[in-house]
């Protein structure tokens, strides 16, 4: 994923690098070494294929994003102790 994702934020901030991939994407994802399936999704110019090659990776991702500890009955951040009654 990581040459993958390299290459979209690259042609996401690099003008130049949008161009060449404009006007000869099929050679430009060849020389990056890009499998099948993603040429076929770049080809496709369809969201959903480019995104369905993350799939795997989002799932680990998605959990770091989660509450780390479910068992934990207080919301988050954790409320102050309260003070003990001592006279």
Known sequence: MSSLFDFLTDIATNPKQQIAFVQQPVILTDMLGFSKAAQAAFASKSSQQIAALFADEMTPLAEICND???????PDPDPEPEPSKED
């Open 68 to 74: 780390p500890n479910p068992e934990d009955p207080f």
